[in-house]
């Protein structure tokens, strides 16, 4: 397995998690396991470390990389909305730090026959938990033309989306969308030809899409709260988003925890009773380094914003 070793905005990353020698953190999208490399570094003095991933070829790759750190890491598979559960199973109720690499890794973008990538033709799938029963190929054959609008246009932020899902439903009328390759056809006869320079005219489809059949943003909106309350005072929460939606969800939650008073502006002091839970550390997201936008052209759009729970 083919693994790319390189973490997106990492230095920024673990120097925000402040990692203590002896604290507990977790890594919620373990990946390719470079940023939970250098957090299990940093843990000498009895700290611990959860790598949780839905992949299993991811965890199995990054439980060979870190294997000399097998002392301080327990890995798991699932999904970090499932965090709560997770770590109750072992006894622990707070953390010192948790870190999102909401992109998805080098491996599964490498490998053909995941179906990520519009660069193989292979089979459809896109499923980052292959236990799921949902796949891209459900997705691209099962939804109406309104449904495939709404995800390609607000996951993909594609202009051409209307356009798009029209073809692929007409498509549909001769046979099943199978391939990857079928559908970057389907999607290149959809945008006009002087269109096309900006980049590969499938990309924001694709990650519509994968978005889609992940779940990837009701999975994260619905577990930000809880992952703050789980922190220990002074305890850190890091999350790199690589799309608008997921960094706005981001944003809002971390405000909402830092000032979560729904009292009228007017009311001389605060009735309802909601008391700030921290503070956002970082007051516009933390964006990759002109060296690091160099070396790797997948971080272009990620971004890194810290909360620190108080």
């Keep these: 397995m083919a693994f790319s070793h390189y973490s997106v905005l990492l230095e920024e990353t673990i120097t925000n998690l402040q990692v203590k020698a002896n604290g507990i953190y977790v890594d919620g999208t373990l990946g390719g396991g470079g940023h939970a490399m250098e957090v299990a570094k940093r843990l000498t003095n009895g700290g611990k470390l959860f790598g949780i991933d839905q992949d299993d070829d991811a965890l199995k790759a990054a439980e060979e990389r870190l294997s000399s750190y097998k002392d301080r890491i327990t890995f798991v598979r699932s ?12 006894g622990i109720a707070q953390v010192d730090g948790i870190l999102l690499d909401l992109g998805v890794s080098s491996y599964q973008l490498d490998t053909q026959e995941r179906g990520f990538s519009y660069r193989f033709d292979t089979r459809l799938d896109m499923r980052m938990d292959r236990r799921q029963t949902l796949t891209a190929e459900t997705i691209v054959n099962g939804y109406t033309e309104a449904e495939l609008y709404r995800i390609i246009r607000d996951y993909g932020e594609e202009q051409f989306a209307k356009n798009i899902a ?42 519509a899409i994968r978005i889609e059949c992940n779940r990837e943003l009701e999975v994260l909106r619905d577990s930000l709260d809880m992952m703050i309350e789980m922190l220990h005072t002074g305890g850190r929460l890091c999350i790199i988003t690589f799309h608008s939606l997921e960094d706005r969800l981001v944003k809002a939650a971390f405000r909402r925890q830092e000032n979560p008073c729904t009292c009228p502006p007017e009311f001389p002091v605060c009735v309802c009773g909601k008391k700030p839970q921290g503070r956002v550390v970082t007051r516009k997201p933390i964006l990759p380094s002109e060296e690091e936008l160099r070396e790797n052209s997948r971080s272009k759009s990620a971004k890194l914003r810290v909360f620190e729970k108080k």
């Design 79 to 90: 999904n970090y909305c499932n965090m709560r559960e997770v770590l109750t199973q072992y």
């Design 166 to 207: 029209k073809h692929i439903v007409k498509y549909r009328e001769k046979k099943q969308v199978e391939t990857t390759g079928e559908l970057n056809e389907i999607i290149k006869a959809a945008i006009p030809a002087k269109m096309r320079q900006n980049g590969h005219p499938s990309k924001r489809t694709f990650q």
